[in-house]
Each structure stands twice: as structure tokens, then as C-alpha cells.
């Protein structure tokens, strides 16, 4: 049973505006994904069974610590700037 | 129950910046991002452009195993690296890749080590040593709260040391961020020297009761106060039977006290999983990563083979820039006592103190190792005596002139001599090495100055010239 | 010459090398093709203004005498999820409205260094997230066999340009089914390598432990030479994997290959609706001709893939979006003002409804006292699949199933309901899941509608899939029509 208490939290976590209409459309079609979900509840497993197939890389396979020089031009992306700094909204 | 019968835990997060990478941790932007222009050190990567990869960087996993071997840490056979969630203008990525251990799963870097600390070898027990970035910088438009955000050191790499909370004392705190501090540096990961690089959040509670995390503290002796402030705080509120609430304090410097930060809504759920972009890392052939001489063996190593009083000892290896000063100095005149005792005594005095409250050499002193070698065997030699050899380091640290060359200048300096025994000595010891000159001295007075010249040189320089012209020629005639 | 915009990579490459036409004369013939047909289908979202000169440049190149890449000159569209520097990239949203990476991928890179031309992108789901491209910001795409009907999705447009001729071959992202599914119902060949294979660097991320980047052309043929060319390992994916199984190696000989084994997923082609799987009985049958025997095994964790890979997705894509606030780029909405809580979320909320729906669900799945039930589950279902799929790799040399259970549908038909929609994927799901290389060939048609083969391989085996699928492409000899726009 997802709530649209549930809902609102989720929103909030994800920080995403829903409207009323949207909430009320939302919880049904999100309550009906979930139960579909829950299909995973069906199949168990042992403990401590841990994963079968490990994909890993070696230490000695990673990047080099050298520096590649920056050419990213904050003016290229970013619209709303400030003596260079990008602009954001007010702080609480 | 009386207030000094509640028993106080601290526990300790330290956030040490690799500021001795080149490199951030997941792009190949420079990792040294102060006084640079703002966001001029960013690519597509550390600003979280749509489309973008994180590619771990090689050394600093092998700083991070370097740094848990020195505190005694477990180390991983693999190692994993998970996203934390949430939301922040800071973030470039509104998520930050950290390593998190959960589900019985232990995959950071280090894990339950140990720190000896302070004159009795007190244990702090390390409980988790993790990899992670650090986010962008905040700023604040000329009073009013809208946000300007810098990224150049969004991505920079960060080692994240998590104590258990067995510190009782705030005085112990100090001493032990000390010895970490040290330890870094010994391990030349980080600069501590630089701001920001090294800090430090605690989380206090008394009586076993709720939490309070400390945080915003910006040297470690404000750690101490705060830690003490706070304490005096809860005691004072147990005492009168208020409830100690579970929450976040920051340390006001102007006022000198804890305040309440500003409440979050909700406790935050930063639902974890591990970071698909990035394969586990198998660690191995970890012996080949060699720990450089750490700040306990090195005062081993002082107090042995040089004989040093364990107080001297350990302000050298606490400031690890006076013990690097020492053991190139000794290099060239080899006087371990003597260098070390002005390094601690004279030196020591002149360092200020930076941000995190350590006492440092700055770029502005410009004294090195070939001073200190010279002074110490000056003084040694009796040339100048120790009141000279303490003006003239105060002269050094300002211009960088030699001692030799100071005292070439300035003839005062040196101990003149006018005791008329010594000079008496001197003299008939150039008489009896000079037998030529001397006879024509007698005959010529201006041979005498051949013959004072070399009385000087025997006294080097300090036989007052005087006093020595009225005994030589006083001589002349005697012989 | 006309028609250009028909052949084949091999026919145009040669064909402009050996100076039977110009480059420019071919791209000439698909911009004029794009403007006329389009708009019937609506499969662009943005054409590249400079596609002409840079077919200038080509022939210029090949008449100095100079050589020039494998696929010079060869148009090709991108969906709009890959970076593509200086040429908007939106990912059907509003959220990116006026983004221009500054970037390109390392697929565009290398399809580039090898002188293809990017006509344009092309028109997807919102973010990846969708089974028919109705989910775009942009308007749906029309299938380009009967225009009332679905393409089939999220890389609608990659399968509709090149099944209308608008492109020669185009490049789609595949997380779950996403360029299988859409080349199924445009009856073109539509590709998703094994995972690792291919480079991510440049795709925005929906689920990245799931997805690949993946090539669509209207012969298997023309898929391969794609994936020659953008497969292989990159410093700037740690996901890609180095591996001497590539593509370029060792022709894979059927001839000498005896006792050749294919298995019908039992689960999968018993959830098919009957005029899809007679079609797929009668691709058995050419198999059968061809020298395969033929079992239907049965994949016992196949009741469970939706689930696990609609909760790894969901979980992925919640984070992977978070990075979306409109602050660093985005779309115009001043900060002034804003306390920044109510910015994020009110900039956020202009993400589509699909999108929303799937971001909320996957913060529910990670959330604090659920990540167990439903994370932590789904990668243990995730791992079961491929271990059982690696063990019927053992037996069988390929994995074949229905590419979608159900024939293409109508527009707007199955909109209102999400989950009806994820059972589209049902098939799909499990190559991403296991991380193994699948395909999709178009096999007949019912009633004007396209029916795919979905076939399968075990990790690595590009070869022989691809191989194998072009030996059933020729004796199953469908695609000598072309729809009619």
C-alpha cells in the first residue's frame, strides 16, 4: 500500500513538484508498480550466498595521476554566472 | 547522579584532502585548485555534465592503503566505492561517491586500526577509513544568502577517518589530532600547511545519552574549546534535568560557544548503493606500497642514534618541517644536540601559527638547514658566543645571509678577545712560527701588520686589534 | 543517381569512393528526404546544418587522392541521449531544452575519426524511459509502416529514420530492450552489444549498469560495420572491458561448426501473442534448413527479470537524474529569489510523467528499510538470470525468443497504463540483465505490422551472433520492401 503520505516524502526526497492531480493519478499507477515489484518477495535465497559472478579491477589497471589540462570554459555551459561563479538560488 | 560522574565519549571525523596528488579523484583536474581562477579547473567529469564517467585515480587508493597501514587499519580485499544521495547546490552530481560499508559487508578502504597518542601511549581506535570527494564551494553574494558556487575543487580527493569514541578529554582530542597530523605529513599525503585540507567534526555525549555532533570547527585548539564548551553544556543541562537532544552544533568563534544548526527538515535517508560506474578495485600486492618512516619511528630513531630527550624528540617529529630542518642539518655538521636544542628553543619561536593551529615554517622565513649547521658550530667553537648566535638567527630568518657572512660584516659580533694572557699566547706562538718576520719587525714597525694579520687569523678575527698592536710591539722589544 | 538514400553502408562507401556519386549528392537526397517525409513520422529532433559541407569536405578528400575512414561519408543519426558537441542534445525533455554539450561522445568520436557524417538527432523517450517514444517532449514518432501505430521505443527514432530511409544507419541506447524493441516493430536490424563492449562516456545515464549503446541499420551487415567501429575499450568508461573476442576477429566459420544448437525460450515464446509466434516458428524452420537442431528450454528466473530489472532501473535512474537542477545547465529559469529547495523541485518538475513516476519509484526501492526487499533482490534475481542463461550457453550456441510478445499497437493505446506498458519488455530485459550481446532481426509481418527474432549469445560472442544472424538474414530474405511514405 503506498500512501499519498508515502508520495509526498518521495517527493520530497527526490525533489520533484508534484500537483494534487498529479499525486492522485501518481499513487494509484505507483501502487500498482510496486505490487509488481513485490514479485521479487516469490524467490529466496541462501544467507550468505554472496554474488555469483564478480567483475572487478586490478589496482595496477587504474588511472595515472596525471594532469590533463583543463579547457572547459565555464561560459560554454553554464548560463547564469557571476564574476565566474554560477549563480544559484538563496540559501536557507 | 553529580555531573562529574558522567562518563564523556568523543568520537572524531577527520576529512584529510590528498593535497600531494596531482590529480582529483575521478578526473584528471588538477588536485591543487586554490588560487585558481574560479571555474577554470573543471571538465565535463568534476562538473557532473550529463553523459560523464568517474575514473578513479591510482594513487590515491594507494595514499588511502598507505594511510590505513600507518593507523593499523584492516585493509579489504576488495574495495568499493557507493553513492551517498542528496540534494545540495555544491554537488555537481546532487550525489556524492563516497565508500559505505552496509549489510554486514566491510568493502572501505580500512577498517578497525589504532593510533598511540600523547606522553602515555594512549590508544584511539580507528573504526573506518574511506575514499570520497569533496564538493564544490559555497559562497555567499554580498550579504544577501543567493548561492555562488565554484567548482574547482568539486572531485578533489578526500580520506575520511572515522574514530570509535574513546576520547573522554578534550585536551586528549588535541594531542592526538596532533599526532595525526604529523602522521600525514610524515606520509606526504597531505600538505597540512594548506587551508582547508585538514578537518575535523566530533560527535560528544555524556552520561551514554544522545548524540551531538560538532561541526564547522575551524582549527584543531577551537576543537578543544568547543569540545570543552559543549561539555560544560551538557552537564549543566543533565544536572538540572533537561533533555539533551540528538542533533547538530555548530562552534561560533566570536561568541565562543555551540549554537544549534539550522534544523533540517527531516533526517535525511541518503540511500546508498554501490556506485555502478566504477568496478570493485582488487587490492593487491599491497606490501609493494611502502609506508614511508612514520613520526613514532622516527622519534625512535632520534632518541637512540642521536641521543635526543624524548621532549625534544617530539616537538621535532609534531611539526615535521623542524625534524626535516634537523636531519639535513646535522648532514652538514654533525651536532645533533646542540642543532636540535636551537631548532626547538630558537627556531620554534619565530614559526607562527597557521590555520589549523600548528606552528609552521612559512615561505617567508628564510632559513634552512646550512644556517642552522653554521650557528650551531660557531657557537660550539666559541667564535661567538650564544646571545650573538640568537640576534643573528632572528637577522637570518629575515634576510637569509649566511652566519659567516653576517659576521664578516659586522667584526663586533664575535667574541673579542682582550684578555691580555690569551693575546700574549697568541703572540708568541706567531713568533715562534714567524722567526723571520718578527726579527724584521723589529727593525721595520711596518712589518708589524704582516704579524698582526696573522694573530688575527689565528684568533680568527677576534683578538681586539688594538690592544694586540700595544702588546706586539711591547713584545717586539722584550724578544 | 536517385534513390541513394536506399543503399546499403557498403554500396555508399564504395560508391562515393569509386566516384559513382558524390557525398554530397547522397546527403543532398536524404535532407530533401527528410523534409518531405519527417514530418509524417516526426523522427528528428534536431538536423545538423552542417552535414552538406562536412559531404563537401568528404569528396574533396577522396579527389586530392587522400584517404579517408572505413565509413566515409555514411550518414548516420543519433539519439538524442548522446553527447554530441555543439549540437543540442535534449533527451526528449524539457529539462535540457537548451543544452549543447561541449563534448563528444566516444562513439561519435570514433564514427567520426572514421568520416561518417552525423545527419541529426534523433527522437527517443524522455530520458530513455519508454517503450513506444510516446514519452517525448518532442511529440511521439510515427511507425513508419502504418502511421497510426507505435514505433516502439525509447529509440523510436533511431529504428523509424532508418527503417523510412532517412538515414543509413543510426545509433540507439538499450537498456532494457531499447533499440531491440523499436527495430522489432520497424522491421529493421537493431543491436545491443555485451555489456562493457561499448563506451558510455557521452550517454546520458538511465541505468548504467544495465545499458549499452547500440546500432541500428536495415542490414545486419550494416550493424557490424558500425560495431566494428565504436566497439572497444575506453580510458573514459571503467566500465569497458578489453577482450580478444572483438569483433574484428577470426571469422566465426559455420561450416565447421557441427551439432549447431538453438533454444527457443519455452516462458518466452509462450507469452506471445499467436501471430507473432507462428512467425517465429517459421524462423525455427529456416534454422532447421539451415542445419540447427532446435529445443525449447526452459529459463526458470525469467518470472522475475521484470521485476528485478524495473527496480535496478528505477534505483539507478533516481540518482543518475539527481544531477538535473537546472543550475549548471538545463533551461531558462532565474535563481533570483528562489529559496533553493523550492528551485530544485520546482525546476524538477518538469520532468515528464514517466519520468517522475520512475524516479519516485526508485527512491522507494533504495529507500531506508526497503533496500533490502527490493535492491538488494533484484541483483540477486539480476545474477541467478545470468548464471542460469551462462549454463544454457552451454548447451545451446543461441538464445531465441520473440524480440516483443505482441505485434506493434496503436497510438495512445497503452498509455494510461505503466505496467501494461513494462510487460513490453519482458523478453528484452534479460539480455541486460545478464549483460550479453542480443539482436533483433526483422522475421515477417501480420496484417502490415513487423514481427522480430530476438537472438541471443553468450558474453563476448559478437562473431557469432552476428555471424549467425546474417546467415538467417539472407534465407529469411525479408527486407527487399521498404514502407511507403
Not at chain 2, 574511506?130 to 559555497?138: A, F, H, I, N, S
Not at chain 2, 534535568?241 to 544549534?260: F, Y
Not at chain 3, 529532433?45 to 562536412?54: E, F, H, M
Not at chain 3, 551487415?221 to 566494428?228: C, F, G, L, T, Y
Request: net charge neutral.
Amino acid at each position: 500500500m503506498i500512501t499519498k503520505d508515502q508520495l509526498k516524502h518521495l517527493s520530497r526526497l527526490s525533489k520533484i513538484d508534484l500537483t494534487e492531480n498529479e499525486f492522485e493519478t501518481y499513487t494509484k499507477q505507483i501502487e500498482k508498480i510496486i505490487k509488481y515489484l513485490d514479485k521479487l518477495d516469490e524467490i529466496s535465497f541462501e544467507e550468505n550466498n554472496p554474488s555469483l559472478l564478480l567483475s572487478f579491477k586490478k589496482l595496477s589497471e587504474l588511472r595515472e595521476d596525471m594532469i590533463i589540462e583543463p579547457t572547459l570554459n565555464i561560459d560554454q555551459i553554464a548560463k547564469n554566472l557571476k564574476d565566474k561563479f554560477v549563480r544559484g538560488p538563496v540559501m536557507s | 547522579m553529580t555531573s562529574s560522574s558522567l562518563p564523556v565519549k568523543i568520537g572524531l571525523e577527520i576529512h584529510c584532502q590528498l593535497t600531494q596528488l596531482n590529480t582529483k579523484l575521478f578526473c584528471s583536474c588538477y588536485c591543487n585548485y586554490r588560487e585558481k581562477e574560479i571555474n577554470s579547473n573543471i571538465c565535463p567529469i568534476c562538473l557532473g555534465l550529463p553523459g560523464s564517467l568517474p575514473i578513479l585515480n591510482k594513487k590515491a587508493v594507494e595514499f588511502a592503503i598507505m594511510i590505513s597501514k600507518a593507523l593499523d587499519c584492516k585493509i579489504p580485499e576488495l574495495t568499493v566505492f557507493s553513492r551517498k544521495n542528496y540534494f545540495y547546490p555544491d554537488l555537481p552530481k546532487n550525489f556524492q561517491i563516497t565508500q559505505y560499508d552496509s549489510y554486514g559487508t566491510s568493502t572501505s578502504i580500512g577498517k578497525e586500526g589504532s593510533v598511540k597518542y600523547g606522553e602515555n601511549n594512549k590508544i584511539a581506535r580507528i573504526r573506518r577509513i574511506q575514499l570520497e570527494e569533496d564538493p564544490g564551494r559555497l559562497v555567499y553574494e554580498n550579504g544577501r544568502m543567493q548561492a555562488l558556487i565554484d567548482y574547482n575543487r568539486a572531485g578533489v580527493a578526500l580520506v575520511e577517518i572515522v574514530t570509535e569514541p574513546d576520547f573522554t578529554d578534550p585536551k586528549d582530542v588535541r594531542t592526538f589530532l596532533n599526532k595525526m597530523t604529523s602522521i600525514l605529513e610524515h606520509l606526504n599525503v597531505c600538505n597540512t600547511n594548506l587551508e582547508g585540507s585538514l578537518r575535523c567534526d566530533a560527535n560528544i555525549s555524556i552520561g551514554n545519552g544522545k548524540k551531538v555532533e560538532i561541526k564547522n570547527v575551524g582549527s584543531f585548539s577551537d576543537i578543544e574549546k568547543a569540545l570543552t564548551y559543549e561539555i560544560t553544556r551538557q552537564k549543566t543541562m543533565t544536572v538540572h534535568d533537561i533533555e539533551i537532544k540528538a542533533e547538530t552544533r555548530h562552534w561560533d568563534d566570536k561568541r565562543k560557544i555551540t549554537k544549534q544548526a539550522r534544523s533540517k527538515e527531516e533526517e535525511e535517508d541518503y540511500r546508498y548503493f554501490p556506485e555502478p560506474d566504477i568496478p570493485k578495485v582488487l587490492l593487491e600486492n599491497l606490501s609493494l606500497i611502502k609506508t614511508p618512516e612514520l613520526p613514532d619511528e622516527r622519534k625512535f630513531r632520534f632518541i637512540n642514534d642521536y641521543g635526543l630527550s624524548e621532549h625534544v624528540s617530539q616537538v621535532l617529529i609534531d611539526n615535521k618541517d623542524l625534524a626535516d630542518l634537523f636531519e639535513s642539518a646535522i648532514k652538514i655538521y654533525h651536532s645533533p644536540k646542540s642543532i636540535s636544542n636551537w631548532i626547538v628553543s630558537d627556531i620554534l619561536a619565530f614559526m607562527e601559527y597557521d590555520s589549523s593551529g600548528k606552528k609552521t615554517i612559512t615561505d617567508e622565513m628564510k632559513i634552512n638547514s646550512k644556517h642552522i649547521a653554521e650557528i650551531a658550530k660557531l657557537v660550539d667553537d666559541n667564535t661567538i658566543n650564544r646571545s650573538t648566535a640568537k640576534s643573528i638567527i632572528s637577522r637570518i630568518i629575515k634576510t637569509g645571509e649566511l652566519p659567516s657572512d653576517i659576521i664578516k660584516k659586522e667584526k663586533q659580533m664575535t667574541t673579542i678577545i682582550n684578555d691580555e694572557k690569551i693575546l700574549l699566547e697568541s703572540i708568541d706562538r706567531i713568533f715562534k712560527e714567524e722567526k723571520k718576520a718578527t726579527l724584521d719587525a723589529k727593525q721595520n714597525p711596518t712589518a708589524i701588520n704582516f704579524l698582526l694579520g696573522k694573530i688575527m687569523r689565528l684568533t680568527k678575527g677576534r683578538a681586539d686589534p688594538k690592544i694586540t698592536t700595544i702588546l706586539l710591539k711591547k713584545r717586539l722589544d722584550e724578544v | 543517381m536517385s534513390n541513394l538514400y536506399a543503399l546499403n553502408i557498403e554500396q555508399v562507401a564504395n560508391g562515393i569512393k569509386n566516384r559513382e556519386f558524390t557525398c554530397e549528392e547522397y546527403v543532398s537526397q536524404i535532407i530533401e528526404r527528410i523534409k518531405k517525409v519527417d514530418k509524417k513520422i516526426n523522427s528528428f529532433i534536431t538536423i545538423n546544418d552542417d552535414a552538406l559541407v562536412q559531404a563537401q569536405q568528404i569528396d574533396k578528400k577522396i579527389r586530392s587522392g587522400l584517404t579517408v575512414g572505413s565509413l566515409a561519408g555514411i550518414v548516420v543519426g543519433v539519439k538524442d541521449n548522446i553527447s554530441t558537441a555543439g549540437l543540442k542534445t535534449t533527451c526528449a525533455s524539457k529539462m535540457l531544452s537548451d543544452y549543447v554539450p561541449p563534448y563528444d561522445a566516444t562513439v561519435i568520436k570514433r564514427l567520426k575519426d572514421e568520416g561518417a557524417i552525423i545527419i541529426g538527432k534523433l527522437n527517443l523517450d524522455e530520458f530513455a524511459m519508454g517503450s513506444t517514444t510516446e514519452w517525448s517532449s518532442y511529440g511521439l514518432t510515427r511507425n513508419p509502416w502504418n502511421l497510426d501505430y507505435v514505433c516502439g521505443g525509447s529509440s523510436g527514432g533511431s529504428a523509424a529514420s532508418v527503417a523510412a530511409q532517412l538515414c543509413t544507419a543510426s545509433l540507439g541506447s538499450d537498456t532494457g530492450g531499447s533499440v531491440r524493441c523499436p527495430s522489432s516493430f520497424c522491421s529493421v536490424v537493431g543491436f545491443k552489444p555485451t555489456y562493457g563492449l561499448v563506451s558510455r562516456y557521452g550517454l546520458v545515464s538511465y541505468s548504467n549498469s544495465l545499458e549499452q549503446i547500440g546500432p541500428i541499420g536495415r542490414t545486419v551487415s550494416d550493424v557490424k560495420k558500425i560495431m566494428e567501429v565504436i566497439s572497444g575499450k575506453d580510458t573514459n568508461d571503467n566500465t569497458t572491458i578489453d577482450t580478444k573476442n572483438n569483433i574484428n576477429n577470426n571469422h566465426y566459420d559455420l561450416e565447421q561448426k557441427n551439432n549447431q544448437k538453438i533454444g527457443l525460450l519455452k516462458e518466452l515464446i509462450n507469452g506471445a501473442d499467436e501471430p507473432v509466434y507462428q512467425c517465429i516458428y517459421s524462423a525455427i524452420d529456416k534454422f532447421n534448413e539451415l542445419g540447427f537442431t532446435s529445443e525449447e528450454p526452459s529459463l526458470k528466473s525469467s518470472e522475475y527479470a521484470l521485476a528485478s530489472y524495473y527496480t535496478i532501473a528505477t534505483a539507478e535512474a533516481s540518482s543518475n537524474l539527481a544531477r538535473f537542477d537546472n543550475i549548471r545547465y538545463g533551461f531558462e529559469l532565474n535563481p533570483d529569489d528562489y529559496e533553493w529547495n523550492t528551485y530544485f523541485s520546482k525546476a524538477r518538475g518538469n520532468f515528464g510523467d514517466e519520468v517522475k513516476r520512475r524516479i519516485i519509484v526508485g527512491s522507494f526501492v533504495l529507500s531506508s528499510g526497503y533496500y533490502g526487499k527490493y535492491y538488494l533482490k533484484a541483483q540477486r534475481v539480476k545474477d541467478l538470470i545470468k548464471h542460469e542463461l551462462k549454463n544454457l550457453f552451454k548447451e545451446y550456441d543461441l538464445l531465441l525468443s520473440p524480440t516483443v510478445p505482441v505485434l506493434p499497437f496503436k497510438i495512445g493505446e497503452k498509455i494510461d497504463d505503466p505496467l501494461k506498458m513494462y510487460l513490453i519488455d519482458i523478453n528484452t530485459v534479460l539480455a541486460n540483465l545478464a549483460g550479453i550481446p542480443a539482436i533483433s532481426i526483422p522475421i515477417g509481418f501480420k496484417n502490415g505490422l513487423p514481427i522480430g527474432l530476438q537472438i541471443m549469445a553468450n558474453e563476448f560472442q559478437e562473431k557469432k551472433l552476428l555471424d549467425i544472424a546474417g546467415v538467417l538474414e539472407k534465407s529469411i530474405n525479408i527486407n527487399t520492401s521498404y514502407p511507403d511514405l
